[in-house]
């Protein structure tokens, strides 16, 4: 697959689509962020309550939780809205991006509050879980910074990556995810730690030096797109 049959047109193989994240987009919730990452367009909101789930009262810390949805035309077709039963896919994405938050979250310094992060996918090609944690980072940031409350400890952003033919490709689009013979998604803090890793051979398995080849893909391009996500909190690298 030569690097111009990528889109956009050129695109090379470990090179990150375009990606952009604006913040303060909703004027009611305490932080937001619209993140775009190629045609994948996520709004991310978070809100903080100041209160904790009843198992966590009295305990002394807060806690970090996610929402996540597709509206139903963000993708070819229109799909079904989540109403009263959330779908098995939905409840792992939920799950993954508030664990990923977590990490980087002093949970006890925030307090008995809840900060809720909703990510609603407006637009989909591939990598909305890993659209949906990046810009939920930013969201989370800015909504600590605007109430005062402790900052995150670290960022954390997501990316995918496969294999097509022997190549590592970075930061999959829709028709790239389904054809790639293997595809993974990392989530790794600013500092390069991992925080999650889900990989899966489509075809045959993938060995240990393949694997290492992918996340070395991954953690180059979380960088780049680390620099994107600073910049919307206003801040330098570091």
């Not at 049959?5 to 990606?19: F, N, Q, S, T, V």
């Not at 999959?172 to 925080?195: A, H």
Request: charged residues 25%; aromatic residues 2%; neutral net charge.
């Amino acid at each position: 697959m030569p690097a111009s049959a990528r889109e956009p047109a050129g695109r090379k193989d470990l090179e990150i689509r375009p990606l952009t994240i604006e913040t303060g987009v909703n004027r009611y919730a305490e932080g937001s962020a619209l993140i775009k990452a190629g045609n994948t367009h996520v709004l991310c909101t978070a809100s903080i309550e100041e209160a904790v789930p009843a198992w966590l009262v009295g305990k002394g810390k807060g806690w970090v939780t996610a929402e996540y949805s597709m509206l139903p035309r963000s993708t070819h077709t229109r799909s079904k809205r989540d109403r009263e039963k959330v779908s098995g896919r939905t409840q792992e994405i939920q799950r993954l991006i508030g664990r990923a938050l977590r990490s980087v979250v002093d949970l006890k310094a925030l307090g008995e509050r809840q900060v809720i992060v909703d990510c609603d996918v407006l637009q989909a090609d591939g990598g909305t879980r890993t659209a949906s944690i990046t810009g939920a980072c930013v969201a989370l940031s800015t909504a600590l910074a605007k109430l005062g409350l402790p900052p995150l400890t670290d960022t954390v952003a997501a990316i995918s990556v496969g294999m097509r033919e022997g190549r590592v490709l970075a930061d999959l689009d829709y028709n790239e995810d389904s054809s790639c013979d293997v595809d993974m998604n990392v989530v790794m803090t600013g500092k390069g730690l991992f925080v999650e890793v889900q990989g899966t051979a489509e075809g045959a398995p993938f060995s240990e030096d393949e694997l290492r080849r992918m996340t070395d893909a991954a953690r180059s391009a979380l960088g780049r797109i680390r620099e994107v996500q600073l910049k919307a909190m206003g801040r330098e690298s570091r």
